[in-house]
């Protein structure tokens, strides 16, 4: 297998390392020796592999090794927010209102993700909170302290899919008898597990598991966090997975749009969100309802390793589902990326 280049860090990846991210995107070990693990997977040793993932962590390509969790699953809302912000002619070096802008949004730990994009509603970021008055009020602060105007808060009224593992083939899937899928390497005894209420120690574990796991052999023992508990958190469907998140750019998936769709028939024996979820090259996809100016419903987030590459997927896209008007909102500039720590 010849060597990957990895997007913006001007680096190569060999095989160990295209083929560890293969695996530990979705499903880092959740075992005491997790580096032991995959060096029986990988046919290697334990500290060849640690070395290698330390060698992507500190590249920048993995931005962090630790659990995913459902927002709604834990009691939260999240919310995808688009609004404009006045920027200067072209070519210039100086966006005094978008830095401004930026450098409010980069306080506020509820919102996570924040991008510019090619339209006229230029900012695009997500807020997560436990109600929709907290996220009104986060909104509102932001509009205060910057130039921020003309925001619409949307909501998913349908998911397709939400899978952020890029550029590899996802790990063997098992259904446990309850038939909750499970990544091979992350099973757990499930048929008797039920829903329950969240307890003081299960926050405190999701807290600490919301960051990035120690740079050592036994990561959880000295993170002072059980893999049972873990095990459970995904079983009981609290947690999508348990893995490295990679920064796309860096991981050689350099090219991104927001490509939204407008308004289709509904034919429920033909959707078109679950045709796109089909699509690899899509890691997000939903129904979200549309809004004064912007006459789009269905929302589909693409990566490329090139621009060809980009428009090539987004024409297969759109032909699958009829040919629908749509937009294509390319990722100008990213404000923010950050991960979510529940309870902290």
């Known amino acids: 297998m010849d060597n990957v280049e990895c997007g913006m860090c001007n680096r190569k990846m060999n095989e160990l390392e295209q083929n560890i991210l293969a695996i530990i995107q979705d499903a880092f070990p959740l075992e005491e020796r997790p580096y032991l693990v995959l060096a029986d997977q990988l046919g290697s040793d334990e500290q060849s592999v640690f070395a290698a993932v330390e060698g992507l962590r500190k590249s920048g390509i993995i931005r ?26 072209a070519g210039a070096s100086d966006d005094f209102a978008l830095n401004e802008f930026a450098a409010t949004v980069n306080e506020i730990p509820a919102i996570t993700h924040d991008y510019v994009r090619s339209h006229e509603y230029n900012v695009w970021f997500t807020v997560i909170a436990q109600n929709e008055e907290e996220i009104q009020k986060i909104v509102e602060a932001v509009c205060s302290k910057s130039k921020l105007h003309d925001v619409h808060i949307l909501s998913a009224t349908k998911k397709y899919k939400i899978n952020t593992v890029m550029g590899a083939v996802a790990p063997t899937k098992t259904e446990d008898e309850k038939g909750v899928i499970l990544s091979g390497a992350q099973c757990a005894k499930s048929k008797d597990l039920e829903k329950k209420a969240l307890t003081d120690c299960d926050r405190i574990r999701i807290r600490v598991a919301c960051t990035d796991i120690p740079h050592t052999l036994t990561p959880f023992k000295d993170w002072g966090v059980s893999c049972d508990e873990l095990r459970e958190d995904l079983a009981l469907k609290r947690m999508r997975r348990f893995g490295a998140i990679l920064r796309h750019q860096e991981a050689g998936f350099a090219f991104n749009a927001m490509v939204c769709f407008a308004e289709l028939d509904k034919n429920p024996n033909n959707s ?44 297969e896209a759109a032909e699958s589902i009829g040919n629908p008007d749509y937009v294509v909102l390319h990722s100008v500039r990213e404000l923010k990326k950050t991960s979510y720590c529940f309870f902290a």
Not at 292 to 306: I, K, N, R, W
């Open 64 to 89: 962090r090794i630790g659990g995913v969790y459902d927002s709604k699953a834990l009691g939260f809302i999240s919310r995808l927010c688009a609004g404009k912000v006045p920027t200067i002619s």
């Open 272 to 315: 078109a969100g679950a045709i796109l979820a089909q699509k690899p090259f899509i890691s997000h996809c939903y129904d979200r309802p549309a809004f004064e100016g912007f006459p789009y419903t269905l929302y589909a987030m693409m990566h490329a390793q090139s621009a060809y590459e980009l428009d090539r997927n987004i024409k």
